[in-house]
């Protein structure tokens, strides 16, 4: 038997340590779609990550994945830059 993918997809937004929402969009969706249907910008520290991984806003995301915003650490380099 033969899948189909799904028309739309259901992932997670959230900040580090704060709530988290679950966004619906259409399949095929970019983490920029994601942002934007959240309404959320994402400040001039902060990151986004996608199941555990550092992300760009071009990247797909998939039915269930996690999406966390990570600021700079406190008195420390951003992530990417270590």
Request: proline share 4%.
């Amino acid at each position: 038997m033969r899948k189909t993918k799904p028309s739309s997809i259901e992932v997670k937004i959230g900040r580090y340590n704060e709530k988290t929402e679950v966004i619906s969009l259409p399949a095929g969706a970019s983490v920029e779609d994601v942002l934007d249907k959240a309404n959320i910008e994402l400040g001039e520290s902060e990151s986004i990550w996608v199941d555990g991984e550092k992300a760009e806003f071009t990247d797909s995301v998939e039915n269930g994945d996690n999406l966390q915003i990570v600021g700079k650490k406190e008195g420390g380099a951003p992530e990417d830059e270590e």
